[in-house]
């Protein structure tokens, strides 16, 4: 049996590699990994799944903009979004 040198899968070029290749690669590589029993390192991680909610993704896009009319200002109808009287 060949020894595996552990010390590759922390090189920054494989993780660039693995973070920029196509999801089958990074699948692939996943089950070698598992198979061997080698703990997969944090760059081959699988997200989470699924869309993240409607909230997080108008935060960050609060945050990028810099605007004071945020999301949850609108929802919560406060600030520049609360209710005009007459």
Avoid: W
């Avoid at 920054?12 to 290749?21: C, D, E, F, G, M």
């Amino acid at each position: 049996m060949t020894p595996v040198d552990l010390g590759r899968l922390a090189a920054p070029q494989l993780a660039q590699y693995v973070s920029n290749a196509d999801r089958r690669i990074v699948s692939g590589f996943r089950l070698a990994l598992a198979s061997l029993d080698i703990a997969i390192p944090d760059y081959a991680q699988r997200g989470t799944p699924g869309r993240p909610p409607i909230e997080k993704l108008m935060e960050q896009v609060d945050r990028d903009t810099g605007t004071i009319a945020t999301y949850h200002d609108e929802k919560r109808k406060i600030g520049v979004f609360a209710p005009c009287s007459k």
